[in-house]
């Protein structure tokens, strides 16, 4: 099935606000939103654990950003960055309920011929996932290597964007 964007890039931020490590990717989302303008052509999407009812953000993108907590078995706070051929690995992975619904979606989207070429996970190794509203200190510590890789990966692909607050000490 193919159909014309009606976004260019969309970066979703995904993830449970009351599971500690797992908020992650919205606190992500929320630090990009405050801290940085981007082009109008960036869609930011509080995805929180909506499942199925991000299918239409994920088919109407020409490129698709993924903003959350990542298991990789790797030290907590590690950066993790993967390609979309390596997400169902990820999502086969279950690290949090919201999880299986965004694997569903994606095997969904994939399925109709509608996920985007270019997908990309980014996020970072949790260190807890427990009921927690708080980040632990070494997720918390790696925020900003997140939000950066994130820039990065929005001027790759083409995006203007400048920070909107001074950098601290400048």
Same mark, same amino acid.
């Given at each position: 099935?193919?159909?014309?964007?009606?976004?260019?890039?969309?970066?979703?931020?995904?993830?449970?606000?009351?599971?500690?490590?797992?908020?992650?990717?919205?606190?992500?989302?929320?630090?990009?939103?405050?801290?940085?303008?981007?082009?109008?052509?960036?869609?930011?999407?509080?995805?929180?654990?909506?499942?199925?009812?991000?299918?239409?953000?994920?088919?109407?993108?020409?490129?698709?950003?993924?903003?959350?907590? =990542?298991?990789? +078995? #790797?030290? @907590?706070?590690?950066?993790?960055?993967?390609? %979309?051929?390596?997400?169902?690995?990820?999502? $086969? !992975?279950?690290?949090?309920?919201?999880?299986?619904?965004?694997?569903?979606?994606?095997?969904?989207?994939?399925?109709?011929?509608?996920?985007?070429?270019?997908? =990309?996970?980014? +996020? #970072?190794? @949790?260190?807890?996932?427990?009921?927690?509203? %708080?980040?632990?200190?070494?997720?918390?510590? $790696? !925020?900003?290597?997140?939000?950066?890789?994130?820039?990065?990966?929005?001027?790759?692909?083409?995006?203007?964007?400048?920070?909107?607050?001074?950098?601290?000490?400048?």
């Amino acid at each position: 099935m193919s159909r014309a964007p009606n976004y260019g890039t969309v970066v979703i931020g995904v993830g449970s606000p009351l599971m500690g490590d797992d908020g992650l990717g919205l606190v992500a989302l929320e630090a990009l939103r405050a801290g940085w303008r981007l082009d109008p052509h960036v869609e930011l999407i509080d995805g929180g654990t909506w499942g199925m009812n991000l299918l239409p953000f994920i088919e109407g993108a020409e490129r698709l950003l993924f903003l959350d907590a =990542v298991d990789a +078995g #790797l030290p @907590p706070g590690s950066l993790i960055s993967m390609e %979309r051929d390596e997400l169902p690995r990820f999502f $086969a !992975l279950k690290l949090s309920p919201h999880q299986i619904d965004l694997r569903e979606v994606l095997a969904l989207a994939e399925f109709r011929g509608t996920l985007p070429k270019h997908t =990309v996970a980014l +996020g #970072l190794q @949790p260190e807890r996932v427990e009921m927690s509203t %708080r980040l632990s200190s070494a997720v918390s510590d $790696a !925020l900003d290597h997140l939000v950066e890789a994130a820039i990065d990966r929005l001027k790759l692909w083409g995006h203007t964007v400048q920070a909107s607050v001074p950098a601290e000490g400048s």
